[in-house]
């Protein structure tokens, strides 16, 4: 198949519907991508696709099945960026378990059902972008702050992000993404970057040239250490 040109380009942004998700759809589509928001939930992802007049996907990416059944209705993707993600407090030693379970449900596996369902397609079509939206608290080499369960499920997406992109050839780019401190829900209001800020890395990695990296982790568009 062949490789489709900048402006047709089909771009899948898993939690589209608030936060940096939402920002990385606006951008994206203002780059003249066209954009599928996912979202777990329909109506809220209705809402966010229609202001930003781009496409709703109903996808809740802890589900294989949920994955799955979006790959099949929406066809061939170009650029995933895997932004859905939680944040949960716990600790290793702490007994209730499902801080853990959530966190790799979401950030890890999250990752890799999306990846599983449409990374083989851009092989096929010799081009992709993958974008998995980490964290500095998943970077071992900055500590790995941050509550338990989220820090080691973005180290794990780190992880992911080499492997894969070791998996794959020099057509699909494959790189992990730390979008600073962000005021978001998650990041809360007292948080030093805009949400312009924090997608404007993800934006970066989804629209790599040919000539672009793989296999990194980036921060305000340069390369930091894992
Ligand atoms: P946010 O405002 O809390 O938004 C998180 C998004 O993920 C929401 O759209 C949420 O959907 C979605 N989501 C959660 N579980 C999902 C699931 N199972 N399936 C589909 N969507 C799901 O967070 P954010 O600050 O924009 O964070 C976006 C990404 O950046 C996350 O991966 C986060 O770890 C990373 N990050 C953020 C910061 C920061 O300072 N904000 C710093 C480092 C990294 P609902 O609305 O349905 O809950």
């Known amino acids: 198949m062949k490789r489709p040109p900048q ?6 942004v898993t939690g589209g519907n608030r936060g940096i998700g939402f920002e990385v759809c606006r951008q994206l589509a203002s780059q003249g991508l066209r954009i ?13 696709a229609a202001q930003l007049g781009v496409e709703f996907v109903k996808l809740d990416v802890a ?32 007994e209730d378990s499902s801080p853990w379970r959530e966190c790799f449900d ?13 990374v083989p397609g851009m092989l096929e079509r010799g081009y992709g972008r993958v ?8 970077a ?27 998996e794959v050839g020099d057509d699909v780019k494959v790189n992990a993404a730390c979008p600073g401190w962000v005021r978001t829900r998650m990041g809360g ?29 980036f921060r305000h568009r340069k390369r930091i250490p894992w």
């Open 7 to 12: 402006a047709t380009r089909v771009a899948l």
């Open 189 to 217: 209001p007292g948080a030093n970057s805009s949400v312009e800020q924090g997608a404007d890395t993800i934006v970066w990695l989804g629209t790599l040239p040919a000539d672009g990296p793989s296999g990194g982790f």
């Open 36 to 48: 599928l928001l996912g979202a777990r939930d329909a109506a809220l992802g209705r809402k966010a």
């Open 131 to 138: 974008v998995n939206v980490s964290s500095g608290y998943g």
């Open 63 to 94: 589900d294989p099945d949920s994955v799955a059944a979006a790959a099949k209705r929406v066809g061939p993707v170009d650029v995933l960026v895997n932004n859905a993600g939680v944040y949960p407090s716990g600790k290793v030693l702490d």
């Open 106 to 118: 979401v950030n890890f596996f999250g990752a890799l059902w999306t990846c599983r369902a449409f």
């Open 140 to 166: 071992i080499s900055e500590g790995l702050e941050g509550p338990a369960p989220y820090s080691v499920s973005k180290a794990a997406l780190n992880a992911l992000t080499i492997k894969l992109a070791s």
